[in-house]
């Protein structure tokens, strides 16, 4: 089945200890997006990738970086991590045509120590 | 700025009394309105895309209802395996960006 991977499911990282997260996807969508979720919070949209096109939120913090090497592949660099930055990541991806709907992993716990 | 606004915050309804749950929104004009299910420590699951005022789509017990400012998902008969958070989420024309709420907790009680 087609599907939105993502690895590890859980991390638990030191303060100040780089760590990056990574989403792969079977569907060949051209757009990838990285969201980070607090308890009961929104999904709050960190990045996302138009094909090769990198599109950065104003308020997304210098701390976090992201690349995206082919189609398939996002990676989530977090240079420093606070404690503050202890959340759910979650990687979509939508494509062309059907609903414009996006399509999510499981997702990353990531903890701070 | 995109806005998006949902309530209410928490609803715990009895198994099979139906309810709605309201998503207000602003937008420079619309391209979509998205309505995800979530279960707990997963990722949002897709249920529905309306693209204009007056457009309905259903999907077993839920129906999801458009206007021009707000939107409901009406839950009929909910089982307690609907028991979930329902987001809500808007998509401005030309842009890949979509802006989420901050969900509605729902809990149905057997």
């Known amino acids: 089945d087609a599907m939105v991977i993502q690895n590890p499911r859980y991390q638990v990282t030191q303060f100040g200890k780089p760590v990056t997260l990574s989403c792969s996807q079977t569907?060949?969508?051209?757009?990838m997006y990285w969201y980070q979720q607090k308890s009961s919070q929104a999904p709050k949209l960190l990045f996302h990738?138009?094909?090769?096109?990198?599109?950065n939120e104003a308020d997304t913090p210098d701390n976090f970086q992201s690349r995206r090497p082919n189609t398939s592949f996002c990676f989530l660099d977090i240079r420093s991590p606070g404690l503050g930055d202890a959340a759910m990541y979650l990687c979509?991806?939508?494509?062309?045509?059907?609903?414009?709907?996006?399509?999510f992993g499981p997702g990353t716990r990531l903890t701070v120590l | 700025e995109d806005q998006v606004t949902q309530s209410p915050e928490a609803l715990r309804l009895q198994e099979g009394e139906s309810s709605s749950l309201n998503c207000s929104y602003t937008?420079?004009?619309?391209?979509?309105l998205f309505w995800y299910r979530q279960d707990p420590g997963k990722g949002p699951e897709f249920l529905f895309t309306l693209y204009s005022a007056g457009e309905e789509k259903e999907k077993e017990r839920l129906k999801a209802t458009l206007t021009k400012k707000e939107s409901f998902l009406h839950i009929t008969a909910p089982k307690p395996e609907d028991s979930a958070t329902y987001l809500c989420?808007?998509?401005?024309?030309?842009?890949?960006?979509?802006?989420f709420g901050t969900g509605t907790k729902l809990q149905v009680i057997p």
């Open positions: 989420a808007v998509q401005a024309p030309g842009y890949q960006k979509v802006t």
């Open positions: 990738y138009y094909d090769k096109d990198f599109n």
């Open positions: 979509a991806t939508s494509g062309q045509g059907g609903d414009n709907e996006q399509f």
């Open positions: 569907l060949n969508h051209n757009v």
């Open positions: 937008v420079s004009g619309l391209r979509g």
